[in-house]
Every structure is written in C-alpha cells, then in structure tokens.
C-alpha cells in the first residue's frame, strides 16, 4: 500500500510569514495526525482527527497554528504569522481508528529565518 | 506527569556488537509502550510494542525489547548490530489502544552510530 505523503520536504520562510503544509494519508484510514519534532526533542502531538473531526488540539497553539481535514481525506496545517521557534520537521500519521498502529509520513522541515 | 527519558543521546557500536538502548517512563496507568526508528530525512518506523502479556517482546529487524514495571523501564536490544541500524530511536508511552487517541508521549531520542 502506498504510504502517508507530505509535502514540500523542505520550506524555508521569513518570520511573520505564512505556511502550509499537505498531507494524504494511507487509503482507508480514518485517523490523521500532525506532530511537530523540534530539533534534539521527540515528536509532541499539535492536533489528531478521526475522519474530518477533531479529537484532540490541546497542545496546538491555535492563535497562530490551524489544520482542516476537508471530506476526511487529505489534511493541511497552516502557521500564522510564523516564528523563529516554529522551526522543526513537521510529521503527518495516519491509522485505520483512532486504536491502530501508526503510519508516518517523511515529513516537511520548516526553516524560519 | 506523564514522560519517556531516554538517558543516552548519543551512542556509538561497532557492527557485529550487541546494542542496548534505555527507556525510562513515567506514566499513571498501564503503559502501553513502543520503540521507533527514524533514519534520515525519513519518518517514524514502528519496530516494536508492548501492551500486556510476555514482558520480552520481538520486534523487526532482530530487534527486542523487556518490560520491567519494578524499574519502570523499556529497553530496546538487538544481538549483532549491522551498519544499517545506524538511526536514531524513539521510545514513546501511550494511552490504552483501544482508545479514542493515539496520543503518544516520545523520548527525545537515542542517536545510534555503528562503526565498521
């Protein structure tokens, strides 16, 4: 089976700037995820949807962070304004529900300068 | 509060040598526990889990892992280290998996180097 996608790779901004992030998960699964992995620490969950509802955003910083899941498929994390401390590898997963294993995707590296 | 200390940042093997990776949580209920690798510009590969059962518990690529509820720990193992293994590794705890989240909690991560 084909595996999590994301896109870009690689995304270099200004602070202040705006930016968006894809993600298509595996056929099938209903539960989506965005992690963000700082430099030197583990992933940390921003925000968790199962189909195109949201089950868990309280670790995202919503004044400046938003994600959508339009028709339970495809996902995209915004970020604005961006910050210097926004800089990481932005993670997406999938799973079949919201008890099953989880598939990562390769990631999008955020640079903010 | 929940956390997953992983004391070693840094370690360095040479092929053919047996690897011990350390893993220390701190969590209310029944851990549920996994160990992930991620190479380079890649992401997360689940190698193993632990939900219940039989405390030594196999994973992928040889590698296995013994949970110690007494010492709180979840260390990961592999007998023979091979040049490909060189990555870095993620513990992480987790809530019940029958559960309506998947929110783990991750480690910040043991960097392995394999020498020749």
């Known amino acids: 089976e084909a595996g999590v996608a994301q896109s870009p790779r690689y995304k270099i901004i200004e602070k202040r700037q705006s930016v968006a992030f894809w993600c298509n998960p595996i056929s099938g699964h209903a539960t989506l995820y965005w992690y963000q992995q700082i430099l030197g620490q583990g992933p940390k969950l921003l925000i968790q949807?199962?189909?195109?509802?949201?089950?868990?955003d309280s670790q995202l910083p919503k004044d400046r962070f938003s994600a959508e899941r339009l028709k339970g498929v495809d996902s995209t994390l915004k970020i604005q304004p961006a910050k210097l401390e926004d800089s990481a590898v932005y993670l997406c997963?999938?799973?079949?529900?919201?008890?099953?294993?989880?598939?990562f995707g390769n990631g999008t590296r955020l640079t903010v300068t | 509060a929940q956390s997953v200390t992983q004391p070693d940042i840094h370690i360095t093997v040479s092929e053919g040598a047996s690897l011990e990776l350390r893993c220390n949580y701190s969590?209310?209920?029944?851990?549920?526990l996994f160990w992930y690798v991620q190479s380079p510009g890649q992401g997360l590969q689940l190698l193993l889990k632990y939900f219940s059962g039989d405390t030594l518990v196999q994973g992928i690529k040889g590698f296995e892992a013994e949970f110690k509820r007494s010492q709180s720990s979840f260390n990961l193992r592999k007998p023979s280290v091979h040049w490909s293994d060189a990555a870095e590794y993620f513990c992480a705890v987790g809530p019940d998996y029958g559960g309506a989240t998947n929110k783990l909690i991750f480690g910040t991560g043991t960097l392995l180097a394999v020498q020749p």
């Open positions: 949807f199962q189909n195109n509802g949201v089950v868990d």
């Open positions: 969590y209310g209920a029944t851990p549920y």
């Open positions: 997963a999938s799973s079949r529900q919201g008890g099953s294993p989880l598939h």
